[in-house]
């Protein structure tokens, strides 16, 4: 059975067209129980677009995380990277949000409090390289974030729009007029 898409949902035929302008080799999709595995494995939920491309095709080349035969030590670190990037910022930069209270004074602490506060935020999936996708089950129309410690931009309004603008010849926009979706934590980087 084919699972219903949301309104303006990458589509598999859209997702097998956009793979073959990424000018790396692709291997065949994850089926559902493949894609089901990988969330249970790994603890979090890909959001439906990105479902759909991993059901279309697998990227494969060291930008793209290998949900289907990849080291899951690796899959596991590219997990924890824009977590563990804000942390390095607490750490090593004095990072610290207003609305996280008063800063502990020992660099420890302050690592530990935003380690707290970071563990309802949600989950960042990587897309290629440092780009990530917010892991929402059943969602569309996220930006794609490029995302190095609190350095975090927008690379798409959401994965259609990245996977154009960062593989398509010419790199036409398909972003909507009124900007990217708002992202719990993470949006508040971005400009």
Not at 99 to 112: L, Q
Not at 150 to 166: A, C, F, K, N, P
Request: proline share 10%.
């Amino acid at each position: 059975m084919t699972p219903v898409q949301p309104a303006g949902a990458l589509t598999p035929e859209e997702a097998r067209h956009l793979q073959e302008n990424l000018r790396e080799p692709v291997r065949p999709g994850l089926s559902e129980a493949e894609l089901d595995d990988v969330e249970r494995r790994f603890g979090f939920r890909f959001a439906a677009d990105h479902r759909t491309f991993l059901s279309a095709g697998v990227p494969i080349g060291d930008r793209w995380p290998d949900w289907r035969c990849g080291n899951p030590e690796q899959l596991r670190k590219r997990l924890a990277w824009p977590v563990d990037g804000v942390l390095y910022d607490v750490e090593h930069n004095g990072f610290w949000l207003p609305d996280w209270g008063t800063r502990p004074v020992g660099p420890e602490d302050a690592v530990r409090e935003a380690r707290r506060r970071l563990a309802d935020v949600p989950q960042l999936v990587p897309v290629c390289g440092h780009r990530y996708l917010p892991g929402l089950a059943g969602t569309v129309g996220y930006p794609v974030l490029s995302v190095y410690q609190t350095d975090i931009i927008v690379y798409g309004s959401d994965l259609r729009d990245y996977l154009h603008r960062e593989f398509a010849t010419g790199g036409i926009s398909t972003a909507p007029p009124d900007g990217p979706r708002y992202i719990p934590f993470w949006s508040r980087f971005i400009d």
